[in-house]
Protein backbone atom coordinates (compact mmCIF):
# COMPACT_ATOMS: atom_id res chain seq x y z
CA UNK A 1 0.00 0.00 0.00
CA UNK A 2 3.04 2.66 1.03
CA UNK A 3 4.57 1.74 -2.49
CA UNK A 4 1.48 4.10 -3.78
CA UNK A 5 3.60 6.95 -1.62
CA UNK A 6 6.33 6.73 -5.31
CA UNK A 7 4.11 8.77 -6.98
CA UNK A 8 4.55 11.51 -4.95
CA UNK A 9 8.05 11.26 -5.65
CA UNK A 10 10.49 13.32 -8.01
CA UNK A 11 13.34 11.20 -8.36
CA UNK A 12 15.77 12.06 -5.20
CA UNK A 13 13.51 12.56 -2.33
CA UNK A 14 12.16 10.47 1.07
CA UNK A 15 9.56 8.54 -1.39
CA UNK A 16 11.44 7.57 -3.45
CA UNK A 17 12.45 5.29 -0.84
CA UNK A 18 9.58 3.19 -0.81
CA UNK A 19 10.37 1.59 -4.41
CA UNK A 20 13.55 -0.26 -2.98
CA UNK A 21 12.14 -3.61 -1.86
CA UNK A 22 14.44 -4.01 0.65
CA UNK A 23 13.58 -0.99 2.30
CA UNK A 24 9.71 -2.11 2.15
CA UNK A 25 11.08 -5.51 3.60
CA UNK A 26 12.45 -3.83 6.56
CA UNK A 27 9.49 -1.76 7.21
CA UNK A 28 6.97 -4.82 7.30
CA UNK A 29 9.71 -6.30 9.51
CA UNK A 30 9.53 -3.53 12.21
CA UNK A 31 5.46 -3.13 11.35
CA UNK A 32 4.72 -7.24 12.23
CA UNK A 33 7.20 -7.40 15.60
CA UNK A 34 5.71 -3.97 16.54
CA UNK A 35 2.34 -5.80 15.94
CA UNK A 36 2.95 -9.17 17.62
CA UNK A 37 4.57 -6.98 20.93
CA UNK A 38 1.62 -4.65 20.77
CA UNK A 39 -1.29 -7.22 20.31
CA UNK A 40 0.11 -10.28 21.82
CA UNK A 41 -0.55 -9.56 25.50
CA UNK A 42 -4.44 -9.05 25.21
CA UNK A 43 -4.93 -11.57 22.40
CA UNK A 44 -3.31 -14.09 25.15
CA UNK A 45 -5.78 -12.77 27.51
CA UNK A 46 -8.52 -12.81 25.55
CA UNK A 47 -7.50 -16.78 24.17
CA UNK A 48 -7.00 -17.66 28.03
CA UNK A 49 -10.30 -16.05 29.02
CA UNK A 50 -12.24 -17.67 26.22
CA UNK A 51 -10.85 -21.11 26.23
CA UNK A 52 -10.67 -21.83 29.76
CA UNK A 53 -8.73 -25.03 30.00
CA UNK A 54 -6.56 -24.30 27.24
CA UNK A 55 -5.13 -26.93 24.51
CA UNK A 56 -5.86 -30.67 25.49
CA UNK A 57 -2.92 -32.56 26.25
CA UNK A 58 -2.47 -35.96 24.60
CA UNK A 59 -2.85 -38.61 27.19
CA UNK A 60 -0.17 -40.80 25.37
CA UNK A 61 2.08 -37.65 25.21
CA UNK A 62 5.37 -37.72 27.13
CA UNK A 63 4.70 -37.22 30.94
CA UNK A 64 6.50 -33.85 31.02
CA UNK A 65 3.48 -32.33 28.42
CA UNK A 66 0.92 -32.26 31.29
CA UNK A 67 2.13 -29.26 32.97
CA UNK A 68 1.28 -27.39 29.77
CA UNK A 69 -2.21 -28.47 30.55
CA UNK A 70 -4.37 -24.85 30.30
CA UNK A 71 -2.21 -23.05 28.15
CA UNK A 72 -4.23 -21.54 25.19
CA UNK A 73 -3.82 -22.40 21.55
CA UNK A 74 -4.22 -20.34 18.49
CA UNK A 75 -1.71 -18.38 19.29
CA UNK A 76 -0.95 -18.27 15.09
CA UNK A 77 -3.53 -15.72 14.85
CA UNK A 78 -0.84 -13.05 15.93
CA UNK A 79 1.75 -14.49 13.62
CA UNK A 80 -0.96 -14.61 10.76
CA UNK A 81 -2.43 -10.90 11.35
CA UNK A 82 1.11 -9.36 11.72
CA UNK A 83 2.46 -10.91 8.59
CA UNK A 84 -1.11 -9.64 6.87
CA UNK A 85 -1.07 -6.51 8.13
CA UNK A 86 2.34 -5.55 7.35
CA UNK A 87 2.62 -7.29 3.85
CA UNK A 88 -0.96 -5.30 2.53
CA UNK A 89 0.56 -2.04 4.29
CA UNK A 90 4.16 -2.40 2.53
CA UNK A 91 3.75 -4.73 -0.78
CA UNK A 92 2.99 -4.04 -3.68
CA UNK A 93 -0.97 -4.84 -4.13
CA UNK A 94 -1.07 -5.19 -7.61
CA UNK A 95 1.77 -8.26 -7.27
CA UNK A 96 0.35 -11.43 -8.43
CA UNK A 97 2.29 -13.80 -6.08
CA UNK A 98 2.09 -11.35 -2.88
CA UNK A 99 -2.28 -12.60 -3.44
CA UNK A 100 -1.22 -15.97 -4.14
CA UNK A 101 0.94 -16.50 -0.90
CA UNK A 102 -1.25 -14.97 1.34
CA UNK A 103 -4.28 -16.64 0.04
CA UNK A 104 -3.07 -20.05 1.00
CA UNK A 105 -1.72 -18.56 4.21
CA UNK A 106 -5.01 -17.03 5.04
CA UNK A 107 -6.77 -19.80 4.02
CA UNK A 108 -4.76 -22.80 5.90
CA UNK A 109 -4.69 -20.42 8.82
CA UNK A 110 -8.43 -20.70 8.54
CA UNK A 111 -8.45 -24.83 8.44
CA UNK A 112 -6.38 -24.46 11.51
CA UNK A 113 -8.70 -22.17 13.32
CA UNK A 114 -11.49 -24.25 12.91
CA UNK A 115 -9.29 -27.44 14.38
CA UNK A 116 -8.31 -25.59 17.29
CA UNK A 117 -11.89 -24.29 17.95
CA UNK A 118 -13.11 -27.49 18.14
CA UNK A 119 -10.03 -29.13 20.02
CA UNK A 120 -10.99 -26.46 23.07
CA UNK A 121 -14.50 -26.24 22.48
CA UNK A 122 -15.01 -29.87 22.66
CA UNK A 123 -11.98 -30.50 25.18
CA UNK A 124 -10.39 -33.15 22.79
CA UNK A 125 -7.39 -33.65 20.96
CA UNK A 126 -9.69 -34.96 17.42
CA UNK A 127 -10.72 -31.60 16.18
CA UNK A 128 -11.60 -31.65 12.36
CA UNK A 129 -11.51 -34.92 10.18
CA UNK A 130 -8.23 -35.31 8.75
CA UNK A 131 -10.03 -36.18 5.71
CA UNK A 132 -12.26 -32.51 5.67
CA UNK A 133 -8.69 -30.61 5.67
CA UNK A 134 -6.73 -32.76 3.92
CA UNK A 135 -9.53 -31.94 1.30
CA UNK A 136 -9.89 -28.55 1.49
CA UNK A 137 -5.92 -28.07 1.85
CA UNK A 138 -5.51 -29.91 -2.07
CA UNK A 139 -8.71 -27.51 -3.14
CA UNK A 140 -6.60 -24.57 -1.82
CA UNK A 141 -3.25 -25.51 -3.04
CA UNK A 142 -5.03 -26.69 -6.66
CA UNK A 143 -5.86 -23.09 -6.85
CA UNK A 144 -2.35 -22.07 -5.63
CA UNK A 145 -0.95 -23.61 -8.20
CA UNK A 146 -3.03 -23.03 -11.21
CA UNK A 147 -2.39 -19.02 -10.00
CA UNK A 148 1.09 -19.42 -9.94
CA UNK A 149 1.68 -21.82 -13.37
CA UNK A 150 -0.53 -18.66 -14.83
CA UNK A 151 1.44 -15.57 -14.24
CA UNK A 152 5.37 -17.45 -14.62
CA UNK A 153 6.67 -16.53 -17.77
CA UNK A 154 6.12 -19.27 -20.43
CA UNK A 155 9.25 -21.18 -20.82
CA UNK A 156 8.38 -21.86 -16.90
CA UNK A 157 5.53 -22.03 -16.74
CA UNK A 158 4.20 -26.13 -15.77
CA UNK A 159 8.26 -26.51 -15.80
CA UNK A 160 9.78 -28.14 -12.75
CA UNK A 161 13.29 -26.66 -11.99
CA UNK A 162 16.09 -28.46 -10.62
CA UNK A 163 18.96 -27.21 -7.83
CA UNK A 164 22.61 -27.61 -9.28
CA UNK A 165 21.41 -28.91 -12.57
CA UNK A 166 20.19 -25.21 -14.03
CA UNK A 167 19.74 -26.45 -17.29
CA UNK A 168 17.43 -29.20 -17.08
CA UNK A 169 13.82 -28.27 -16.92
CA UNK A 170 11.21 -30.83 -16.39
CA UNK A 171 8.03 -30.45 -18.26
CA UNK A 172 5.35 -31.23 -16.13
CA UNK A 173 2.68 -30.20 -18.01
CA UNK A 174 -1.05 -30.80 -16.34
CA UNK A 175 0.89 -32.48 -13.84
CA UNK A 176 2.30 -29.54 -12.37
CA UNK A 177 -1.17 -27.91 -10.50
CA UNK A 178 -0.86 -32.25 -8.29
CA UNK A 179 2.92 -31.50 -7.85
CA UNK A 180 2.26 -28.10 -6.32
CA UNK A 181 -0.50 -29.44 -4.24
CA UNK A 182 1.58 -32.07 -3.04
CA UNK A 183 4.33 -29.76 -2.12
CA UNK A 184 1.71 -26.90 -0.57
CA UNK A 185 -0.12 -29.81 1.65
CA UNK A 186 2.92 -31.81 2.28
CA UNK A 187 4.59 -28.33 4.06
CA UNK A 188 1.50 -27.17 5.43
CA UNK A 189 1.18 -30.63 7.40
CA UNK A 190 5.22 -31.10 7.97
CA UNK A 191 4.95 -28.26 9.86
CA UNK A 192 2.13 -29.04 11.80
CA UNK A 193 3.75 -32.32 12.81
CA UNK A 194 7.05 -30.30 13.84
CA UNK A 195 4.64 -27.64 16.49
CA UNK A 196 5.08 -30.35 19.50
CA UNK A 197 7.85 -28.68 21.68
CA UNK A 198 8.13 -24.80 22.95
CA UNK A 199 9.74 -22.63 20.42
CA UNK A 200 10.25 -25.55 18.22
CA UNK A 201 8.63 -24.55 15.61
CA UNK A 202 8.50 -21.30 14.53
CA UNK A 203 12.41 -20.92 14.68
CA UNK A 204 13.11 -23.38 11.39
CA UNK A 205 9.85 -21.69 10.10
CA UNK A 206 11.70 -18.11 10.28
CA UNK A 207 15.07 -19.45 9.25
CA UNK A 208 13.29 -21.41 6.29
CA UNK A 209 11.34 -18.20 5.40
CA UNK A 210 14.39 -16.14 5.28
CA UNK A 211 16.32 -18.63 2.84
CA UNK A 212 13.04 -18.44 0.43
CA UNK A 213 13.15 -14.42 1.12
CA UNK A 214 16.49 -14.14 -0.67
CA UNK A 215 15.80 -16.96 -2.83
CA UNK A 216 12.49 -14.92 -4.21
CA UNK A 217 14.86 -11.67 -3.92
CA UNK A 218 17.48 -13.08 -6.22
CA UNK A 219 15.23 -14.89 -8.83
CA UNK A 220 13.33 -11.38 -9.50
CA UNK A 221 16.27 -9.70 -10.68
CA UNK A 222 17.62 -10.62 -14.19
CA UNK A 223 20.80 -9.42 -13.16
CA UNK A 224 21.15 -11.87 -10.00
CA UNK A 225 19.68 -14.68 -12.35
CA UNK A 226 22.61 -13.99 -14.60
CA UNK A 227 25.48 -14.25 -11.36
CA UNK A 228 23.45 -16.74 -10.12
CA UNK A 229 22.64 -19.18 -13.05
CA UNK A 230 18.77 -19.50 -12.01
CA UNK A 231 15.67 -19.06 -13.18
CA UNK A 232 14.23 -15.27 -13.70
CA UNK A 233 10.68 -15.26 -12.11
CA UNK A 234 9.95 -11.56 -12.93
CA UNK A 235 7.55 -10.27 -9.76
CA UNK A 236 8.66 -12.92 -7.55
CA UNK A 237 11.31 -10.19 -5.70
CA UNK A 238 8.18 -8.78 -3.89
CA UNK A 239 7.83 -12.22 -1.83
CA UNK A 240 11.04 -10.49 0.34
CA UNK A 241 8.22 -8.33 1.77
CA UNK A 242 6.03 -11.43 2.86
CA UNK A 243 8.54 -13.39 4.42
CA UNK A 244 10.06 -10.19 6.29
CA UNK A 245 6.94 -10.12 7.48
CA UNK A 246 6.54 -13.38 8.70
CA UNK A 247 10.19 -13.19 10.70
CA UNK A 248 8.71 -10.37 12.43
CA UNK A 249 5.56 -11.38 13.18
CA UNK A 250 7.04 -14.62 14.12
CA UNK A 251 9.49 -12.91 16.68
CA UNK A 252 6.64 -11.47 17.89
CA UNK A 253 5.08 -14.66 18.25
CA UNK A 254 8.66 -16.53 19.69
CA UNK A 255 8.98 -13.11 23.10
CA UNK A 256 5.29 -15.31 24.61
CA UNK A 257 5.99 -18.80 23.11
CA UNK A 258 9.03 -19.38 24.79
CA UNK A 259 9.41 -21.94 27.13
CA UNK A 260 6.96 -21.58 29.78
CA UNK A 261 4.99 -21.02 26.40
CA UNK A 262 2.65 -18.49 27.29
CA UNK A 263 0.58 -19.49 24.20
CA UNK A 264 0.77 -22.43 21.68
CA UNK A 265 0.48 -21.05 17.48
CA UNK A 266 -2.09 -24.12 17.40
CA UNK A 267 -2.88 -25.28 13.72
CA UNK A 268 -3.93 -21.48 13.24
CA UNK A 269 -0.20 -20.74 13.19
CA UNK A 270 1.71 -23.57 11.89
CA UNK A 271 -0.86 -24.61 8.95
CA UNK A 272 -0.95 -21.57 7.72
CA UNK A 273 3.13 -21.08 8.25
CA UNK A 274 4.09 -24.10 6.17
CA UNK A 275 1.32 -23.72 3.28
CA UNK A 276 3.07 -20.00 3.11
CA UNK A 277 6.17 -21.63 2.87
CA UNK A 278 5.25 -24.61 0.04
CA UNK A 279 3.24 -21.74 -1.72
CA UNK A 280 6.66 -19.33 -1.77
CA UNK A 281 8.54 -22.40 -3.20
CA UNK A 282 6.18 -23.03 -6.07
CA UNK A 283 5.82 -19.39 -6.68
CA UNK A 284 9.91 -19.52 -7.01
CA UNK A 285 10.48 -22.78 -8.66
CA UNK A 286 12.25 -23.81 -6.14
CA UNK A 287 10.19 -26.44 -4.35
CA UNK A 288 12.92 -29.37 -4.39
CA UNK A 289 15.12 -26.88 -2.52
CA UNK A 290 12.09 -26.29 0.14
CA UNK A 291 12.78 -29.76 0.64
CA UNK A 292 16.53 -29.28 1.72
CA UNK A 293 15.60 -25.76 3.92
CA UNK A 294 12.50 -27.63 5.09
CA UNK A 295 14.50 -30.95 5.71
CA UNK A 296 13.65 -30.65 9.42
CA UNK A 297 10.02 -30.67 8.29
CA UNK A 298 10.60 -33.15 6.02
CA UNK A 299 12.18 -35.77 8.60
CA UNK A 300 9.67 -34.99 11.64
CA UNK A 301 6.73 -36.04 8.81
CA UNK A 302 8.85 -39.11 7.68
CA UNK A 303 9.21 -40.18 11.17
CA UNK A 304 5.00 -40.07 11.33
CA UNK A 305 4.80 -42.09 8.39
CA UNK A 306 7.39 -44.43 9.18
CA UNK A 307 6.49 -45.20 12.45
CA UNK A 308 2.50 -45.49 11.20
CA UNK A 309 3.36 -48.23 8.43
CA UNK A 310 5.51 -49.95 10.66
CA UNK A 311 3.22 -50.44 13.11
CA UNK A 312 0.62 -51.54 10.76
CA UNK A 313 3.20 -54.15 9.12
CA UNK A 314 4.60 -55.29 12.38
CA UNK A 315 2.92 -54.22 15.09
CA UNK A 316 6.28 -52.30 16.59
CA UNK A 317 7.60 -49.28 16.73
CA UNK A 318 10.25 -47.90 15.30
CA UNK A 319 10.93 -44.78 17.34
CA UNK A 320 9.84 -44.74 21.32
CA UNK A 321 7.11 -41.62 19.74
CA UNK A 322 6.47 -40.56 17.05
CA UNK A 323 7.00 -37.16 15.46
CA UNK A 324 10.74 -37.93 16.40
CA UNK A 325 11.26 -34.99 18.35
CA UNK A 326 9.00 -36.60 21.21
CA UNK A 327 11.32 -39.56 20.42
CA UNK A 328 13.93 -37.90 22.07
CA UNK A 329 11.92 -36.36 25.02
CA UNK A 330 11.08 -40.40 26.01
CA UNK A 331 15.20 -40.53 25.59
CA UNK A 332 15.50 -38.23 28.18
CA UNK A 333 16.59 -35.07 26.56
CA UNK A 334 15.84 -31.91 28.31
CA UNK A 335 12.92 -29.95 25.69
CA UNK A 336 15.29 -26.62 25.53
CA UNK A 337 18.13 -29.31 24.20
CA UNK A 338 15.54 -30.76 21.91
CA UNK A 339 14.45 -27.77 20.65
CA UNK A 340 17.88 -25.38 19.97
CA UNK A 341 19.58 -28.83 18.95
CA UNK A 342 16.78 -28.59 15.96
CA UNK A 343 17.23 -24.72 15.34
CA UNK A 344 20.92 -25.60 14.74
CA UNK A 345 20.12 -28.47 12.25
CA UNK A 346 17.54 -25.82 10.33
CA UNK A 347 19.72 -23.06 9.88
CA UNK A 348 22.74 -25.78 8.57
CA UNK A 349 19.79 -26.89 6.10
CA UNK A 350 19.53 -23.15 5.25
CA UNK A 351 22.90 -22.53 4.17
CA UNK A 352 23.10 -25.87 2.21
CA UNK A 353 19.94 -24.69 0.40
CA UNK A 354 21.28 -20.85 0.17
CA UNK A 355 24.43 -22.82 -1.87
CA UNK A 356 22.51 -23.90 -4.26
CA UNK A 357 21.95 -20.88 -6.02
CA UNK A 358 25.58 -20.56 -6.74
CA UNK A 359 26.67 -24.46 -7.80
CA UNK A 360 28.21 -24.84 -10.97
Not at 105 to 122: E, N, P, Q
Not at 195 to 201: C, I, N, T, Y
Request: glycine share 12%; net charge neutral; aromatic share 12%.
Amino acid sequence: MLYWLTALSDGGDFFNLFRYITFRAGGAFMTALLFGFIFGPPLINVLRRRQGKGQPIRDDGPEGHFVKAGTPTMGGLLIVGALTFSTLLWARLDNPFIWMVLFVTLSFAAIGFADDYSKVSKQTTAGVSGKVRILLGILIAGVAGYWAAAYHPDDLSNQLALPIFKDTLINLGILFVPFAIIVIVGAANAVNLTDGLDGLAIMPVMIAAGTFGIIAYAVGRTDFTEYLDVHYVPQTGEILIFTAGLIGGGLGFLWYNAPPAAVFMGDTGSLALGGALGAIAVATKHEIVLAIVGGLFVLEALSVIIQVLYFKRTGKRVFLMAPIHHHYEKKGWAEPQIVIRFWIISLILAMIGLATLKVR
